[in-house]
């Protein structure tokens, strides 16, 4: 799913980090009550420590609202972790429509494609905390990307 290189103090590779991304379907059943989906229908932010099953969350609430709930969703993916990093999007998130990003940079951009083309009810997207934020800090900025990007249409 994911390869990076690790360089030592010179710069030549001296190991390899492989990640991959896992399928569990079932995993929201688990951890939310029974009647969560048919009740939701705000925003939902997903916090955690690395490694705890963010992205496994948003690729089964991506799967779920597409293939059970027959809505449109759209995963745009900055980091390439929901739905891969190949030509064709993983099978985890359903039947999903897949948005891949170029680069973190031009994330708005790619929402805003695929907002107007993709005509979506759903939007599942990633992004990170930036080293000095809370998770207070993320939701203001989200909102606030948000309201620019409501502000430029």
Known sequence: HRLSGIQGRGGNLIGVITRVGRTVPGILDRMLPPTWLA???????????????KTTCLREFARLLSDDMSRIVVVVDKTNEIAGASDEP???IGSARWQPVRSSDSLHEHMRLAVENMSPSTAVSYTHLRAQETPEHLVCRLLLEKK????KQ
């Open 39 to 53: 009740t939701c229908s705000k925003s939902i932010l997903v916090i955690g420590p690395p490694n705890s099953g």
């Open 90 to 92: 993983h099978a985890a």
């Open 148 to 151: 620019k990007l409501e502000y």
